[in-house]
């Protein structure tokens, strides 16, 4: 047995390295099938199959499988789900999840379904123990992260998205409220105190820190459409004739109104004319300034929305009265948005009694990003160790805490040049906020 | 080259233009990983590597570039912007001095010559180098400030002025020009209008931290003229106090006397201090007192010494941008 368990072992580190050899794969299936773990074997099955949909030995493993299932079979399972499953090969940042889960995509043949005699309950209360919670608040009460409401904070391809789906930031969306939502869900109340909706908001900060998603989040709070320009889109139309394209874009927004128009990395788009040597790019920004006057002088139902990294690039023009005149500092995430950020970023992670707190006190000043390469550097080293020690673990906090060590922020060049404009590019006062925040910060 | 490929050097090019290096250098391997007989290709790259600081692959991209087109100046004068940062001045003279045989005509080749031959220290090439660009581009503000550049290394501070001055008629907001302005000004012993013009070149450009850094040089040595005056007004004060206390009043009087001109000097040295400069003025006295609070007269006096004798203001690469050249 314990030979079997080492022959297991070395296949499974055999697999990790060759993760393209299916005869490999599909030995340790059948290996895993007969030591007893059959999930992990499903596992790799359903891995084969991805990559041969056809593959007739692992389509017969699973159909015996599936008909050969006892209820002790998936009780060793349940226990064996979380090793199972960490044991898979980490999936990297943005690949398919499917390698580390049941086999998806590919047409199963049909298995005639067991009768569902098995007392999941009574398996729970016996495993109760044995697992610990993946996430643990300062009360004490383990949270999953699976209330009603998802607590993901920064997934822009919700769809739906709204203000409410973005956690902490409490002041950033206190301000979009006052500034723009407010105005625009109160029209008799706007008219009243002749608020004007005239012009567009501009979002800027570090990069990473959740410009975009806030800008999804807003077009989301006022029911509009969602067109969004972004700097590659901006470069395609460079190449070809930019004005007509840029004219088309707002054209589109005004037919399908209420629209909003996010305007991505607009310092690209919208950059110093004194700065640009070519006149295609400079025709280009001018167009925009017509189209932006257009917007203002009539075009109801069509809103304006642009954020960039770099607001001291725009051309000066576009900050003018009914244009992108309003702005909005949008700072490095906050205690609760941190904690949100880990929590998403490790939610489909093997992790277990992660203080979600005490990490989102370690990384002030980090952006979501930076958190985002935390979570990386902790599965990696996560992993690592248990290639090494032949012993398939969890993520612990201790993983995490050492990625955070390793991890440096990213926004430091960011605010040394903020630095610059603060002291000496501040003359109107355009960037008092970011003044204060840097003199809070000691920067200043 | 096909004409995809042709599209994607395009839209790189545009990608450097907007400063955007890293993805430009990103898309530009992917490009010439398909078609590495691409000499354009290769000099965006080397434009982009320049971008992002990575000198040593600037110089290969760009020797790459010269040996699939051995007629262009423009991977030259690449490598030798990438050499001068790399501290290899002479051999930045070399590669100059070919962009320059390849593309006489051509007023960059001649400012690249004339930044390189700066940094070797041989000025008579590059006043001559300086003189050829005036005479083949006079409408470019970039000749101007190089122009300039030279003739202040070659400590002719008026002609250095006049050049400055030059590149400003034609492009006011040419931070670049402002800075050496600046430069000039300190040459000079003009501590506020230093000030003046760092200030406007870092107000212009922000983000370029050279202008910041001189901007901040020159205020801290107008503030620490004004600083000392008023220590020592302070010690005179103290010391008549101490003469009169002693029973001196004579002498005391005869030191109260100095008091008058000495604020008169004072105030005159605070309102030497551009207006621009004086909200600056707290913050960097701040800094200096907090260093210096044990030790105040003394290390204030330290302080200025090295101010003077140690740091010069910084004068950035920005006009290499001149020697490359935008993306043709």
């Known amino acids: 047995m314990d030979d079997q368990h080492a022959v297991i072992a070395s296949l499974r580190n055999a697999v990790s390295a060759l993760p393209d050899d299916l005869a490999l794969r599909m030995h340790l299936a059948r290996l895993l099938l007969t030591a007893g773990y059959p999930d992990e074997a499903v596992t790799h099955l359903g891995a084969i199959l991805q990559a041969d949909p056809a593959n007739s030995d692992a389509l017969t493993l699973l159909a015996s499988r599936h008909a050969g299932a006892s209820p002790a079979a998936e009780a060793g399972a349940a226990t064996g789900a979380s090793a199972a499953t960490a044991a898979s090969p980490a999936p990297a940042a943005g690949a398919a999840p499917a390698a580390g889960q049941a086999p998806a995509g590919p047409a199963q043949p049909a298995v005639p379904r067991q009768p569902d005699a098995f007392d999941w309950a009574e398996a729970e209360a016996e495993l109760s123990d044995v697992l610990p919670p993946m996430f643990i608040t300062p009360e004490g009460a383990s949270a999953d992260g699976e209330s009603g409401r998802p607590a993901s904070a920064f997934d822009a391809e919700r769809p739906g998205l709204v203000l409410a789906d973005v956690a902490g930031m409490a002041e950033v969306k206190a301000r979009l409220e006052s500034a723009f939502l407010a105005p625009m869900r109160n029209p008799e109340l706007r008219k009243l105190y002749g608020k004007s909706l005239r012009g567009g908001l501009l979002l800027y900060g570090p990069p990473g820190c959740g410009k975009t998603f806030i800008a999804r989040a807003v077009a989301g709070e006022l029911g509009a459409r969602f067109m969004a320009v972004s700097f590659a889109d901006v470069v395609d139309m460079y190449v070809g004739s930019s004005e007509r394209n840029i004219h088309e874009i707002f054209e589109t927004a005004r037919e399908n109104s209420p629209c909003v128009i996010f305007l991505d990395e607009v310092d690209a788009i919208g950059q110093k004319r004194s700065q640009l040597r070519s006149t295609p790019m400079r025709s280009a920004v001018n167009q925009l300034l017509l189209e932006l006057d257009d917007v203002t002088n009539g075009n109801d139902g069509v809103f304006v929305l642009a954020a960039t990294n770099h607001p001291w690039d725009i051309d000066s023009a576009l900050r003018r009265p009914g244009r992108l005149d309003r702005t909005l500092l949008v700072l490095p995430p906050d205690q609760e948005a941190r904690a949100a950020v880990f929590r998403y970023h490790l939610r489909d992670r093997p992790v277990a009694g992660i203080q979600l707190a005490a990490l989102a006190g370690r990384t002030d000043g980090y952006s979501a990003a930076d958190i985002a390469h935390i979570c990386e550097s902790a599965a990696e080293l996560a992993l690592l160790d248990s290639a090494r020690t032949g012993q398939v673990r969890m993520i612990g906090q201790d993983d995490l805490l050492a990625a955070v060590g390793q991890v440096r922020p990213s926004l430091g060049p960011w605010f040394e040049s903020a630095r610059n404009v603060a002291l000496f590019a501040n003359d109107g006062g355009s960037y008092d906020d970011l003044a204060a925040y840097l003199k809070k910060r000691k920067m200043l | ?328």
Request: hydrophobic share 50%.
């Open chain 2, 1 to 328: 080259m096909t004409s995809e490929q042709g599209v994607e050097l395009n839209r790189a090019s545009l990608m450097i233009e907007l400063g955007r290096h890293g993805e430009a250098a990103r898309l530009l391997s992917a490009v010439l990983a398909a078609d590495p007989e691409s000499s354009r290709g290769w000099c965006l790259l080397s434009r982009a590597h320049l971008g992002n600081g990575e000198l040593a692959a600037a110089v290969s991209a760009g020797n790459r570039a010269s040996a699939l087109d051995p007629t262009s100046d423009w991977p030259h004068r690449l490598v030798s912007t990438a050499l001068i940062s790399l501290d290899r001045s002479g051999d930045a003279v070399a590669a100059a001095l070919q962009a320059r045989r390849l593309g006489p005509h051509f007023w960059r080749s001649h400012v690249c010559l004339a930044q390189a031959a700066t940094a070797d220290g041989r000025f008579e090439l590059a006043t001559e180098a300086a003189q050829a660009a005036l005479a083949l581009a006079p409408e470019q503000a970039d000749v101007h400030v190089t122009a300039g550049k030279v003739a202040l290394s070659c400590g002719d501070v008026t002609e250095a002025r006049l050049r400055q001055e030059a590149a400003l008629a034609i492009d006011p907001s040419h931070s670049g020009a402002l800075n050496e302005l600046g430069r000039v000004s300190l040459r000079s012993r003009d501590a506020a209008a230093a000030a003046q013009h760092f200030l406007r070149a870092a107000s212009i450009s922000p983000q370029n931290g050279v202008f910041g850094r001189n901007s901040e040089l020159a205020v801290r040595r107008l503030a620490l003229r004004a600083v000392g005056g008023i220590l020592l007004a302070l010690a005179l004060l103290a010391a008549i106090a101490a003469l009169t206390a002693a029973g001196h009043p004579a002498i005391a009087a005869g030191l109260g006397l100095t008091e008058a001109p000495l604020a008169v000097w004072i105030a005159v040295r605070i309102r030497a201090v551009p207006k621009p400069a004086r909200r600056h003025l707290p913050r960097l006295l701040a800094g200096r007192w907090r260093l210096a609070w044990p030790l105040t007269p003394i290390a204030m006096t330290r302080a200025a010494a090295f101010d003077r004798g140690q740091k010069n203001p910084e004068c950035p690469q920005d006009g290499n941008a001149a020697a490359v050249g935008s993306c043709r």
